[in-house]
Each structure stands twice: as structure tokens, then as C-alpha cells.
């Protein structure tokens, strides 16, 4: 895990909003996506960080799914910013943060079958506006141990 830290921080600024996600895969059960930008995102409502990016979990027992996420936001009301894994949410839940002018860090995590996958962030609000003005997010899939 501390491999996967220390890389996610060296690789932080490598990657910019329409380039490929960096990836990291050490064949020992894991792997590491990253992405980060500082590339406004304006008039926030229910607003996707990338598309959905696709991943493989290879073993027959499942994978845990580690996302975490930072992300800067202005005049946005009642930001959350969550994680879906096949379109769904990852847990916990996402929170509703009360300040529109703050920098959110969430960590969620889900468990998913082998076979593919995507994984997503999103940032929300109820009322249309303000922006995203950077970003980052991690995602750490690992193997769980075959049975």
C-alpha cells in the first residue's frame, strides 16, 4: 500500500485532463489509476471528472476497490463528490459539504467479481454553477486472495 502512496504523489501533475490515465501494475494483485487536472470545470450540476474508466479484475475471488479523490471547488452549493464503481456508489455514502468554496477529500471503497469494470467520480450539487477548479483522484484495485 505504501508502494501505491508514494507513487500516486511522484505520478501527481503527470496527467492532465485529456490524456490517458497513468497506470500502475506490479502483477502482484494490484493496480493503480490516476488522473489530476487544473483545468476549470465550470457550471457544476452533476458533473463527471473523466468518462468512465474501464478496469480488469483478475481474480476468482474478487478485487477491493480503494478511490480516493481531492478536489477544489468555488461558489458550488452543497458540493458531494462520490465514486461509482459500475455505476453505483461507492461506500460510505458520499456527504453533502456546506462550505461552496473548499477543497473536498473523500476516500470510498467497494468490492467487485472478477471480470471488467469501470469506476467514476463525480461532483454534484443541487443548484446549477460555480466550479471545479482542480482535481485529483487515485483509484487502487486490488486481488483479494484465491480461495
Not at 492532465?16 to 500502475?24: D, S, T
Not at 506490479?26 to 488522473?35: E, F
Not at 453505483?88 to 461552496?100: G, K, L, R, V, W
Amino acid at each position: 500500500m505504501y508502494r501505491a502512496v508514494i507513487l500516486a504523489f511522484a505520478l501527481t501533475g503527470i496527467a492532465h485532463a485529456g490524456e490517458a490515465p497513468v497506470r500502475y501494475h506490479n502483477h502482484k494483485g494490484m493496480i493503480v489509476i490516476m488522473r489530476s487536472s487544473a483545468k476549470p470545470i465550470n457550471n457544476i450540476l452533476d458533473t463527471p471528472l473523466t468518462p468512465p474508466i474501464s478496469f480488469t479484475c483478475q481474480s476468482s475471488s474478487g478485487c477491493v476497490v480503494i478511490a480516493n479523490a481531492a478536489i477544489v471547488t468555488m461558489y458550488v452549493v452543497h458540493p458531494t463528490t462520490c465514486a461509482y464503481v459500475d455505476g453505483i456508489e461507492a461506500t460510505p455514502s458520499c456527504d453533502i459539504y456546506e462550505d461552496p468554496g473548499l477543497r473536498a477529500n473523500i476516500r470510498q471503497m467497494a468490492k467487485v467479481a472478477q471480470g471488467s469494470h469501470t469506476i467514476q467520480t463525480r461532483v454534484s450539487s443541487p443548484e446549477a454553477g460555480g466550479t471545479i477548479s482542480e482535481w485529483e483522484f487515485d483509484y487502487e484495485i486490488y486481488d483479494q486472495k484465491e480461495k
